[in-house]
Nanobody, 126 residues
Framework: QVQLVESGGGSVQAGGSLRLSCAAT????????MGWFRQAPGKEREGVAV????????NYADSVKGRFTISQDNAKNTMDLQMNSLKPEDTAMYYC???????????????????WGQGTQVTVSS
């Protein structure tokens, strides 16, 4: 079992920055792939960024490339998402997710992930 707890959400003006953090507990073998996903009101949940715990390689949605950076600290069992140059369209509930599998095919597909956090709200005003 894996437990995930997000923190760091909030409100910011367009162009600003926020840093989200996900604290993970439980079996490390159950979270070989971890990622950030988001869901805006009335929209489907979408993948933002994922990271492979055993190698550190990453994958980003086109909409956030160059603005967001995903990172991990295996010693602390945390995963962060640094979000810069935020836009109003980044407004959403952001979720941390994990899965035992190594998601090399469609890693940003939220339906493939087993464990989820409760989410943290990010609001970007224009």
């Amino acid at each position: 079992q894996v437990q995930l707890v997000e923190s760091g959400g909030g409100s910011v003006q367009a162009g600003g920055s926020l840093r989200l953090s996900c604290a993970a507990t439980g079996d490390t073998f159950s979270r070989n792939t971890m990622g950030w996903f988001r869901q805006a009101p009335g929209k489907e949940r979408e993948g933002v960024a994922v990271i492979y715990i055993d190698g550190g390689s990453t994958n980003y949605a086109d909409s956030v490339k160059g603005r967001f950076t995903i990172s991990q600290d295996n010693a602390k069992n945390t995963m962060d998402l640094q979000m810069n140059s935020l836009k109003p369209e980044d407004t959403a509930m952001y979720y941390c997710a994990a899965d035992p599998g190594r998601m090399y095919w469609r890693p940003l597909d939220p339906s493939k992930y087993t464990y989820w956090g409760q989410g943290t709200q990010v609001t970007v005003s224009s």
